[in-house]
Antibody, heavy 121, light 113 residues
Framework: EVQLVESGGGLVEPGGSLRLSCAAS????????MSWVRQAPGKGLEWVSA????????WYADSAKGRFTISRDNSKNTLYLQMNSLRADDTAIYFC??????????????WGQGSLVTVSS | EIVMTQSPATLSVSPGERATLSCRAS????????????LAWYQQKPGQSPRLLIY???IRATGIPVRFSGSGSGTEFTLTISSLQSEDFAVYYC?????????FGGGTKVEIK
């Protein structure tokens, strides 16, 4: 059974940093691209960043460029999102999502339960 | 950036009725020979994560009931729920994966009439 479990969310002040983790199990993690998708309270889905299975490809939404860094540790089956210079409009539930293929840029066939990030003073 | 526009924003349907949801892309998200369409549909219920329903515009994901069907090509796509069950009342999102950044539509909420 595929499982994606996010952690690391919480309350942070504007300008602060946070690192999200997503522990994956039930599939061959290194063979699949992974993404972070967020959802602001009461709003729709917004793709944030993606990383290919082998790490050669990394992509960011404009809203994340220069502030967020996606990475993965295939030996630990874990996906990360380092978020710096956080703003109030980064407040959202952050979902970890598994790409249906290895090279990124496809549909997401499995999602985690999400981790809430709240940016507020 | 490819902008995805869903309509209507809210759809009121009685159980057992048919629901038709639309998704329009700002540019073509199909291959040049129209053999492949880079569009997915997701269902999200309150407090839950999204669930993949359809990919490739018309291919049901594993375990998705046959009452869900997708169609369309180019810039116009449709999700049809043939006979709404109580568990189908939710928000539905389309997503394009023809180009970066990946983008979602704003969602259609299917509510009980």
């Amino acid at each position: 059974e595929v499982q994606l479990v996010e952690s690391g969310g919480g309350l942070v002040e504007p300008g602060g940093s946070l690192r999200l983790s997503c522990a994956a199990s039930g599939f061959s993690f290194s063979n699949y691209a992974m993404s972070w998708v967020r959802q602001a309270p009461g709003k729709g889905l917004e793709w944030v960043s993606a990383i290919s299975g082998s790490d050669y490809g990394i992509w960011y939404a404009d809203s994340a460029k220069g502030r967020f860094t996606i990475s993965r540790d295939n030996s630990k089956n874990t996906l990360y999102l380092q978020m710096n210079s956080l703003r109030a409009d980064d407040t959202a539930i952050y979902f970890c999502a598994k790409d249906s293929q290895g090279n990124g840029g496809h549909d997401f066939d499995y999602w985690g339960q999400g981790s809430l990030v709240t940016v507020s003073s | 950036e490819i902008v995805m526009t869903q309509s209507p924003a809210t759809l009121s349907v009685s159980p057992g009725e048919r629901a038709t949801l639309s998704c329009r892309a700002s540019q073509s998200i199909s291959s040049s020979n129209l053999a492949w369409h880079n569009l997915a549909w997701y269902q999200q219920k309150p407090g839950q994560s999204p669930r993949l329903l359809i990919y490739g515009a018309s291919i049901r994901a594993t375990g998705i009931p046959v009452r869900f069907s997708g169609s369309g090509s180019g810039t116009e796509f449709t999700l049809t729920i043939s006979s709404l069950q109580s568990e189908d009342f939710a928000v539905y999102y389309c997503q394009q994966y023809a180009d970066w950044p990946l983008t979602f539509g704003g969602g259609t909420k299917v509510e009980i009439k």
